[in-house]
């Protein structure tokens, strides 16, 4: 009995005959059909405006809550460094924003529209 390699050139041919249609250029001896195909799981622009903001949104809620609490505070090392806490969570809530602002532009303009 012989047994025959799976990356042979028959086995091959057949699995690029199968695989024509796909978008990925299928590699010798593999097929990327679309029952075995690996999930890709894709974000689109709103979605990533929405997390974005969401995420602003929970950082700007720490920043508050650092500058609220300055008053309380006695010790000057201490101040420093909750005002430090406090401007470094608004430093994120303004990078939360302005990814926000680019993923909403790019889902409303020409360039960033999704195939439908």
Excluded: N
């Excluded at 430090?84 to 608004?90: C, I, N």
């Amino acid at each position: 009995m012989m047994l025959k390699l799976a990356s042979s050139t028959a086995t091959f041919a057949s699995r690029s005959r199968r695989c024509e249609a796909g978008r990925i250029e299928p590699k010798p001896g593999y097929c990327y059909h679309a029952s075995v195909a690996p999930a890709i799981m894709t974000i689109s622009a709103k979605l990533a405006a929405l997390f974005s903001i969401v995420f602003a949104i929970v950082c700007l809620g720490f920043a508050i809550t650092g500058f609220t609490s300055l008053g309380d505070i006695t010790d000057p090392v201490q101040a420093s460094d909750a005002r430090g806490f406090a401007w470094f969570w608004s430093f994120l809530a303004g990078v939360g924003v302005v990814f926000g602002l680019l993923s909403w532009w790019l889902a409303h303009t020409k360039w960033g529209q999704e195939d439908a």
